[in-house]
């Protein structure tokens, strides 16, 4: 068994632009990407976190085949997965066959291609034999994943996580386990969703978008914005060498609220057992977690029972924590791919993310997210939450590595 | 290839397909056994229903009462639902849908459906990747049951067939060298062997779309049967000459068809008492190929 898993490479592409660099610039300047949707016509009036680059333009960025069609999650999470393998010097190792590692790709999404099914469906509801099947490729949720696989060149185990809004927390949970059992040296993992039509209708028929931008944690929350992207990490077994380490997967674990299929309960059950069991497994302290990085969505429900599980766990102890999705809005699946490369730039670079848009604790909670961007000189270990429909809770810890614990 | 054994302590399944060809016992139950709730049932679609209903039978059947984990396989997810709720966008311009169809168009509905009715707070976990989301379920759950404090976990894998889908495979042409198939079946996973023990498995492995890499050789080469779902076994080679069944004639062509073959594999050995060792081939359209291998319990 490899008691370590490092992270080796990051990626991410998010409404604060693509790559690590734009996001940390984003996050530091309290400037928010959240802005009335342009990427398609619909009648709600929705404020959402779209990346400001048209597919035509990602296609060009990645030097893709210009005659085929990719789905927007396929195009997102191709960006962040890349980023994130030429970040951790695995690109280098392709000619030489990756040295005969045995390297995985875990993605998640929750939408798939809906992006460019929604459109083959306009057609074919008037005439089933109508609509380019060539649209219909994409649709799976596997597709994309397949996808990235083939760009990045990995042959390995390759497969494809959808719990809602938590899939990409799970996939990042299934490459540590895989690589603490031996089945992969390396992993690939993380998580891309696209807007499209199909989730601003529902997330709007559930009465949960917020028409303005949404205030996690705040007392006046009245729902979510959607947004897109993608965020993916490199996983490395410490058998394997490396040359940039920026933290270990120290804890996961994932619950169910078991409560009902879209709303959390009232004591945040799902909530307070994924962080407990995830603080459990990884042996520490509840005063050695030093920021959590909240699934905070600026519902109503969400919010007051992710708040009701925190102080079940920490009382009046609560670490600093934000809600970054008032930079983003809520990338759904890809939400936890995004939010642990957030997560992770605070640890390996000691910055406390602030939460957008709070001014007033919610009523009986008494919880007060960080404001404004800190500056740390140590940082030992973060949390990162993403909770989905259907119960789906999964919680992440990252601990700063230590050179000296690897030594013998 | 893991430390810890794990067994298959408990079956169940639904195939319409199978049922059709006249096979008892295997077709949709009277759901009212497993969902009572005439409102609960009536907003479930056809899968909802397939999915939960088997996970209940698969629980009950064996009077397992404590799981460490729900985990389910689906290629297609539910497709009734998000068809409906896309027609529901086009039909009333975006005003006033009802969210019910959104809701249940996430994959991880049934899972989390099964979680719901049986109180589980323990882990839950869904795959979507195509012809091996099945197999992935059961990776997840083999690697989960390497964990002190686990000792049973759901696994099932199930797709339906819905009227919109069987006619765009059919454009694709897919249908002229196999047919429609859909399915739910699900097993209780245990680290534990018990009187009830069917089968243990032997190893479970994905492959790349380009096939079994060269010089590939089986985890066990003692076969006593192969459940086949490709059209031409290529470079696997065995010790024994085991029978080639093609399951799919049975269960019809669907992404997580290999659950109803390691279904039939345990019904073959709850049957057959001179097979002790079968394996599973799959490759669904041109997804993955899967490799299963289980063993008769206390073998």
Partial sequence: MNDEILITGIGVVTALGIGVESQIEGLKSEKSGIAPLSLFKTSHDAKVGEVKYSNDEIIEILDLPKQKIFSRTTLLGLLAAKEAFDDSGLSGLKDNNYKGLKIGLISATSVGGMDVSEKFYKVFRDDTSKGRLRELIGHDCGTSTQIIADYLGITGFVTTISTACSSANNAI???????????????????????????????????????????????????????????????????????????????????????????????????????????????????????????????????????????????????????????????????????????????????????????????????????????????????????????????????????????? | MLDRKVYIN????????????????????????????????????????????????????NHINSLDGIITGTGWGCLSDTEKFLNSIFENSERMLNPTSFIQSTSNTIGAQVALLTGEKNYNNTFVHGGTSFEAAMIDALLKLQEDSCDNILVGGLDEMTPTKSHLLGRMGVWRHTSPGEGSHFFVLSSAKEMSSIAEIVSVETFSSAGLPAGYKLECTQIDRILSGVDNLGELTTDTKPQVVNFKELCGEYPTSTAFALWLACDTFNKEHDIDRILIVNKHLRDQLSLIIIKRAGL
Wanted: charged share 20%; aromatic share 10%.
């Fill in chain 1, 173 to 408: 949970m299934l490459g540590a386990r895989m690589i603490k059992y031996g089945m992969l040296d390396i992993a690939v993992v993380g998580g891309t969703d696209a807007l499209c039509n199909f989730t601003i209708n529902g997330f709007s028929s559930l009465g949960i978008l917020d028409k303005e931008p949404c205030r996690p944690f705040d007392d006046s929350r009245a729902g979510l914005n959607l947004g897109e992207g993608a965020g993916f990490l490199v996983l490395q077994s410490s058998k394997t060498s490396t040359d940039k380490i920026y933290g270990v997967v120290s804890g996961y674990a994932n619950a169910n609220d078991a409560f009902h299929q879209t709303a959390s309960s009232a004591e945040g059950e799902g909530a307070y057992l994924a962080m407990k069991k995830a603080i459990t497994m990884s042996g520490l302290r509840n005063d050695q977690i030093d920021y959590i990085n909240v699934h905070g969505t600026g519902t109503p429900n969400n919010d007051a029972s992710e708040g009701a599980a925190l102080i079940r766990i920490f009382g009046k102890e609560v670490p600093p924590f934000s809600s970054t999705k008032g930079y983003t809005g809520h990338t759904l699946g890809a939400a936890g791919g995004v939010e642990s490369v957030f997560s992770i730039l605070s640890l390996y670079y000691g910055y406390i993310w602030p939460n957008l848009n709070f001014t007033t604790p919610m009523e009986g909670l008494g919880l007060t997210p960080e404001t404004s961007c800190l500056k740390r000189e140590k940082m030992r270990s973060v949390i990162t939450n993403s909770f989905g429909f259907g119960g789906n809770c999964t919680s992440l810890i990252f601990s700063s590595y230590n050179r000296k614990s690897n030594v013998g």
């Fill in chain 2, 10 to 61: 408990s079956i169940a399944g639904i195939s319409p397909s199978m049922a059709a060809k006249g096979f008892p016992d295997v077709g949709e139950p009277d759901y009212k056994e497993y969902v009572p709730d005439p409102g609960a049932r009536r907003r479930m679609s056809r899968i909802i229903r397939m999915g939960v209903a088997s996970a209940l039978m698969c629980l009950k059947d």
